[in-house]
């Protein structure tokens, strides 16, 4: 089953708004699909297990992607050329691989949203940029730009 998941993860393009936390959980595991197909995965290899992978390579990508780091936000042009650069990685070339992780998954371009939207938690929505909950912003209340009225405030998405 992991295998599966990990292998079709690699066709994943995000488009839209992707949480912080989804990405580091997409680039954990497209880091141990790479491993996986570079024969670091197995019995006396770098990693015993995809699961032991995968723990390892979420904390890996915690600390490249802090969340106060990412104030919330991914660039997700940038994080799906950082995707593709892991998926098209060399095993044998070292300097291959300092390129990908280095130069193409840095928090200073991956935690960004100039040029890529917003990346909101869940309940949010991605409102001209800015995280905002539709269900109590009064500015986007129900939907983006509906704004309520004078005297009036957002309940539960509808304007009173």
Not at 5 to 25: I, K, N, P, Y
Not at 103 to 113: L, T
Not at 131 to 157: E, F, H, K
Request: aromatic letters at 6%; glycine letters at 12%.
């Amino acid at each position: 089953m992991n295998r599966f998941v990990l292998t079709a993860c690699s066709l994943l393009v995000f488009q839209g708004c992707v949480s912080v936390d989804g990405a580091r959980e997409a680039a954990a595991q497209h880091s141990c699909n790479w491993q996986n197909k570079c024969g670091d995965v197995g019995a006396g290899k770098t990693y015993a297990s995809l699961d032991e992978c995968l723990t390892k390579q979420r904390a890996s990508w915690l600390d490249a992607w802090p969340t106060a780091s990412c104030d919330g936000k991914i660039n997700v042009d940038k994080f799906n050329a950082c995707l593709t650069a892991i998926d098209n990685t060399s095993c044998s070339n070292g300097f291959d691989q300092l390129a990908t992780f280095l130069g193409k998954c840095p928090r200073s371009e991956v935690c960004s949203v100039s040029g890529g939207g917003c990346n909101c938690s869940n309940g949010q929505t991605c409102c001209n940029n800015a995280c905002t909950n539709l269900q109590t912003d009064r500015d986007n209340c129900g939907g983006c730009g509906t704004s309520c009225g004078p005297g009036l405030s957002c309940q539960s998405g509808v304007c009173r």
